[in-house]
Nanobody, 121 residues
Framework: QVQLGESGGGLVQAGGSLRLSCTVS????????MGWFRQAPGKERGFVAA????????DYANDVKGRFTISRENAKNTVYLQMNSLKPEDTAVYYC??????????????WGQGTQVTVSS
């Protein structure tokens, strides 16, 4: 059974930082592209960032580029999202996801349950 578990969410003031983690079990982690997505209240879930199997390639949504950094540790079956210079508009539930294939913004087969990030102004 594939399981993805996010952690690290919480409440932070604008300008602050958070690091999200997602630990994966039940699949060969190093064989999957990993991504982060988010869903704000009343909005559709959208792409945030993705990283290839051996961290050779990354992709970011325009509104987080330069502020967020995705990374992974294959030995720990874990993907991270370092979020700096947070803005109130970053408030959302953040999900990690796994994709069998190259870096992309859709086609993710496995999803976590999400972790809430709230940025106060």
């Amino acid at each position: 059974q594939v399981q993805l578990g996010e952690s690290g969410g919480g409440l932070v003031q604008a300008g602050g930082s958070l690091r999200l983690s997602c630990t994966v079990s039940g699949l060969t982690f190093s064989g999957y592209t990993m991504g982060w997505f988010r869903q704000a209240p009343g909005k559709e879930r959208g792409f945030v960032a993705a990283i290839s199997r051996i961290s050779s390639s990354t992709d970011y949504a325009n509104d987080v580029k330069g502020r967020f950094t995705i990374s992974r540790e294959n030995a720990k079956n874990t993907v991270y999202l370092q979020m700096n210079s947070l803005k109130p508009e970053d408030t959302a539930v953040y999900y990690c996801a796994a994709r069998f294939g190259p870096v992309g913004r859709n086609g993710y087969q496995y999803w976590g349950q999400g972790t809430q990030v709230t940025v106060s102004s």
